[in-house]
């Protein structure tokens, strides 16, 4: 069974930053694309930032300029770094990662808590 092992969750303030850390039971290699998802308490759960095996990376308009989503491959991890964090991204976030030829072939982390607070 895949298992997605997510880390890097907390409480921080407004302007803070934080880093996530995602490590997958299986090789990860160029064929699965990882991402990062977010759920805000009342909302639906919406794509936060993806990355493929060349270093193509997509964000969410509300988060480009401050996450950058970057991958090890070798450690089948992908990371997301949070900068300039506001109250608005206080969500519990997810990783994901999805086979780029079989979308069906895809895995999700347990959630980890991002509370941003003054």
């Known amino acids: 069974q895949v298992q997605l092992v997510e880390s890097g969750g907390g409480l921080v303030q407004p302007g803070g930053s934080l880093r996530l850390s995602c490590t997958a039971s299986i090789r990860i290699g160029s064929i699965y694309a990882m991402a990062w998802y977010r759920q805000a308490p009342g909302k639906q759960r919406e794509s936060v930032a993806r990355?493929?095996?060349?270093?193509?990376?997509n964000y969410a308009d509300s988060v480009k300029g401050r996450f950058t989503i970057s991958r090890d491959n070798a450690k089948n991890t992908v990371y997301l770094q949070m900068n300039s964090l506001k109250v608005d991204d206080t969500a519990v976030y997810y990783c994901?990662?999805?086979?780029?030829?079989?979308?069906?072939?895809?895995?999700w982390g347990q959630g980890t808590q991002v509370t941003v607070s003054s």
């Open positions: 990355i493929y095996s060349g270093g193509i990376t």
């Open positions: 994901n990662i999805r086979h780029i030829f079989n979308p069906s072939d895809e895995y």
